[in-house]
């Protein structure tokens, strides 16, 4: 399995979380990997994404809450999540596109490696 993600969890509004994603069986440092999440009964959303020189993006809605890294020598990516919201509810998942490495995408389907997902849960 290329990509496994942990981390996730039940958090009250205003907590934080740390979720984590293990790669294996492609070259981790050349790629960009992003963070989707996926709330139910809605699109999967793009929340983040790194290049492979440590360039990082974010959607407005996590923009100043979320933070994503990388630690190349552990095949890792992280995302850092403090002051949750109810509206951060989702299955976050963590992705690959093995095909590009500095401008990355924000669509699901230009990612070529998916991890099976963790739920974060945020009560109000």
């Known amino acids: 399995v290329p990509l496994v993600e942990s981390g996730g969890g039940s958090v009250q509004a205003g907590g934080s979380l740390r979720l984590s994603c293990a790669a294996s069986g492609f070259t981790f440092r050349r790629n960009c990997m992003a963070w989707f999440r996926q709330a139910p009964g809605k699109e999967r959303e793009w929340v983040s994404h790194i290049n492979s020189v440590g360039t990082t993006y974010y959607a407005d809605s996590v923009k100043g809450r979320f933070t ?51 739920q974060v849960t945020v009560s109000s």
Do not use: F
């Open 68 to 118: 994503i890294s990388r630690d190349d020598a552990k095949n890792t990516l992280y995302l850092e999540m403090n002051t949750l919201k109810a509206d951060d509810t989702a299955l976050y998942y963590c992705a690959a596109d093995v095909h590009v490495s500095y401008r990355c995408m924000v669509v699901p389907g230009a990612y070529d490696y998916w991890g099976q997902g963790t």
